[in-house]
Structures are given as structure tokens and as C-alpha cells.
């Protein structure tokens, strides 16, 4: 029996082939593969990326990092700067235990660091966030890797691992053709950066890249040696509105039923809102997505608004008149963002052909 709607309803095969998908190209490109798990937060899923290839998970706080230990994956990338004691002394009591990394962009968190880590006998693999873009997080010179290189070289209990940097301004592009500009930017400007460093003498182990419309891109640059993509094993409408991948390629939808229309049939409503959906319609700033996801059987319908528990779905303007759901009919969307969508749910269905 299928369970009330809204829901979360999961493609085994379609994740499964995309999973698959990436890890034939990292293997092709002799890159290392380590997926963001804050796009599924599920350790089934993580079990499938490890299982066709992936080195170990990214995670972006240390609950992901510490259910995933749980989980029993051994091998964790922190892409995300701790600024507090409290914060990195959770951080090192979990690097007792597993394979973890950290990330700093700033004299601060490795001096914090180091005196944490050496109070506790520990050394913590560290690696340098570098701005190419996106200008929130990481160092914009050269000059200021360098520095925190110096300082990192001097100090107690942090070890330089590598460079890492995430593209995330390619969610704001207007046009296909700028997602492969900005691929190519992001790994040509990280790999300048590690063939500086070691020109100075330091050891750049990993030159790690992240974003899902760009790892294709940005992962055959000479001098890049990892992809951490999180999106892609599900897709989204973002990623077809970036020309990533065709919507047939998305592993995850929302179902939802219509419970009313209006009476000229331009208007229904769905009994699934911003807290089934989010309100993401491109984190920033992307003109390429249409409403709120894609509404699968019906192009020429779009989810225009969202309140918390309903969603609006009007008739496009410019569309041909075509079949119209009738009041009670369930209908698949493809949401915007899939990573915010799954943070939201509370379980996750999961269909494996028939089954």
C-alpha cells in the first residue's frame, strides 16, 4: 500500500545508473571520487557510491560526519571551517575513531586547531580553501595559501593534505554554455594554486573540486586529482535547467495530489508546500528554472507558488492547452533542489522497478 501523499518517492535504477555514471568518468580521468553526502544524508545511498568506487563521503557538519561513523564509512572530508573550541574538539574526539580531514581558510583555524589537536596528541589533516568564484568561503591569492601553507608547515598537530574549492556561482549562471566556462575557470585557478605551492616546496597531495554541473569540467584539468559532486546522484530541475542532465535522468521525486482547482481549470492546488519543497529556485540566483520543479506528464503546467502545506500550480501563458489533472490525481515533481527537499523529509520511499 502506498503511503499518504506528500512523499518522497526514490529510483533505485536511475540512482543507481548516476551513481555508476560518475565513477566511470572519475575512473576514466584517474580522479578520486568523494561524494558530498549533505545531498542524501543516507547511509544506504553512501553504501552504493563506495561500493562503485568512491574514496570515502564530504560532509558539511559534524552531526552528517558523525551518523555516517556510525554508519560504519571510515573515511570523512569536513568541507567546512570550525571557528569555535567546542566544535573542533568534537571534530578531533570523532578523528580518534576514523580518516578525517578538515578545511581552513584562515590564520585562525589553524592556530585553534593546533593547539587543539596538540593538547590531545593528535595531528589533523588539513586542507586550504581557495575562492574561485563563488566568494564566500577561502583565500583569493596566492600569496595567502602560501601564508597559511608557512604557518601550517610550523605548526603542531595540523598537516597540509591538499587545496580544495567549490564553484557554487555556477548555480547563477544564465546560460549552459557559462556552466563549462566556470568548470574550466574553477580547476585551471585551483591547479595554478597547487603548482605554486609546491614551487615553494610543499606537498599538494589533493586538488579537490566540487560542484555537480561542473566536476565533468572541471575534473580533466591537468593538475586536479579529486571530484566531490553531491547532486548527482539525484538531479534535479536546477540541473536541468543547467543543461546538466535531461529530467528522465532525475532519481527523485515528490508526489503529491491535487485537493482543489479553480473553476476555469487554470488553477490547482496540491496538498504539498515549502515545507515538502523548500523555497530554493537556484540558491544563487539562476534565471533557468520555471516555478517550483518540474511537474512530470505536464510541461505545460508549473508549480508557481508555495505556502507551507500548498502548492499552487497554474496553466503557463504561453502554453498549448493540454490534459489537465482532475482533483484527487497524484502527480510526480521533479523539485528544484533535491538536497534541501531530502533535509526536509522524514522518510524516503524508494521504488526498484515493480517493487
Not at 547532486?231 to 536541468?240: E, G, H, L, P, R
Not at 542532465?245 to 503529491?256: E, H, N, S, T, Y
Not at 540558491?283 to 503546467?301: K, Q, R, S, W
Request: glycine share 8%.
Amino acid at each position: 500500500m502506498l503511503p499518504e501523499t506528500p512523499y518522497l518517492e526514490l529510483d533505485m535504477q536511475k540512482l543507481k545508473y548516476n551513481i555508476e555514471d560518475m565513477a566511470a568518468f572519475a575512473r576514466e580521468h584517474n580522479l578520486n571520487l568523494r561524494p558530498h553526502a549533505k545531498a542524501h544524508k543516507l547511509i544506504p545511498v553512501a553504501q552504493i557510491q563506495l561500493k562503485y568506487g568512491a574514496i570515502g563521503l564530504t560532509v558539511s557538519k559534524l552531526g552528517e560526519m558523525e551518523t555516517f561513523l556510525k554508519g560504519g564509512i571510515k573515511d570523512l572530508y569536513l568541507v567546512y571551517e570550525l571557528a569555535t573550541a567546542s566544535k573542533i574538539k568534537h571534530l578531533l574526539k570523532l578523528a580518534s575513531e576514523a580518516k578525517i580531514t578538515t578545511t581552513v581558510d584562515n590564520p585562525y583555524h589553524v592556530k585553534l586547531l593546533s593547539e587543539l589537536a596538540s593538547a590531545s596528541k593528535q595531528t589533523m589533516d588539513v586542507m586550504i580553501e581557495v575562492d574561485t568564484g563563488l566568494h564566500r568561503c577561502g583565500v583569493c591569492e596566492k600569496e595567502d595559501a602560501l601564508k597559511l601553507a608557512q604557518l601550517i608547515e610550523k605548526m603542531p598537530g595540523v598537516r597540509l593534505k591538499g587545496l580544495m574549492t567549490h564553484a557554487g556561482h555556477v548555480y547563477g549562471v544564465q546560460s549552459p554554455e557559462q556552466v563549462v566556462q566556470i568548470g574550466r575557470q574553477e580547476g585551471e585557478l585551483l591547479a595554478e594554486y597547487a603548482g605554486y605551492l609546491k614551487k615553494q616546496g610543499f606537498p599538494v597531495e589533493v586538488v579537490s573540486v566540487g560542484s555537480t554541473p561542473t566536476a565533468k569540467i572541471a575534473g580533466k584539468v591537468n593538475g586536479v586529482t579529486e571530484i566531490r559532486p553531491g547532486n548527482y546522484c539525484f538531479y534535479d530541475a536546477i540541473q536541468v535547467g543547467l543543461g546538466v542532465v535531461p529530467v528522465d535522468r532525475c532519481a527523485l521525486k515528490v508526489r503529491a495530489t491535487v485537493i482543489s482547482r479553480s473553476a476555469d481549470r487554470r488553477r490547482f492546488v496540491i496538498d504539498a508546500g515549502s515545507k515538502t519543497f523548500a523555497l530554493d529556485k537556484g540558491a544563487h540566483g539562476t534565471e533557468l528554472v520555471d516555478g517550483f520543479g518540474i511537474i512530470v506528464n505536464y510541461p505545460h503546467l508549473r508549480l508557481a507558488r508555495l505556502s507551507e502545506e500548498h502548492g499552487i500550480i497554474e496553466v503557463k501563458k504561453e502554453a498549448n492547452r493540454g490534459p489537465l489533472p482532475e482533483i484527487g490525481e497524484t502527480l510526480d515533481i521533479v523539485p528544484n533542489h533535491a538536497c534541501p527537499v531530502i533535509n526536509l523529509a522524514e522518510a524516503i520511499y524508494v521504488r526498484d522497478g515493480d517493487k
